[in-house]
Nanobody
């Protein structure tokens, strides 16, 4: 079992920045690929960014590439998402997720463990 707790969401004006954090507890954190997903009202949950278990590879959705940066600290069992140049289209509930599969995935169904999420609202 892995427990995930997100923090760092909030209300921000367009062009601003937020940093989301996810703290993991339970089983060995560095055995999991980690990802951030988001879900806006009326829309499906979508992949935002991910990082492999050792941090050697990172992945981004086209919509956030160049603006968001994912990182992890296996010593502290944390994964972070630095979000810059926010736009109203980034408004959503953001979830941290963990997957123990060998191959990194961007589909939500592959992720077994999820946090409760944190709301990000960007005003224009």
């Amino acid at each position: 079992q892995v427990q995930l707790v997100e923090s760092g969401g909030g209300l921000m004006q367009a062009g601003g920045s937020l940093r989301l954090s996810c703290v993991a507890s339970g089983r060995t954190f560095n055995g999991y690929h980690m990802a951030w997903f988001r879900q806006a009202p009326g829309k499906e949950r979508e992949f935002v960014s991910g990082i492999t278990w050792g941090g050697g590879s990172t992945y981004y959705a086209d919509s956030v590439k160049g603006r968001f940066t994912i990182s992890r600290d296996n010593a502290k069992n944390t994964v972070a998402l630095q979000m810059n140049s926010l736009t109203p289209e980034d408004t959503a509930f953001y979830y941290c997720a963990a997957d123990a599969s060998i191959v990194f995935a961007t589909t939500p169904g592959r992720y077994r463990y999820w946090g409760q999420g944190t709301q990000v609202t960007v005003s224009s």
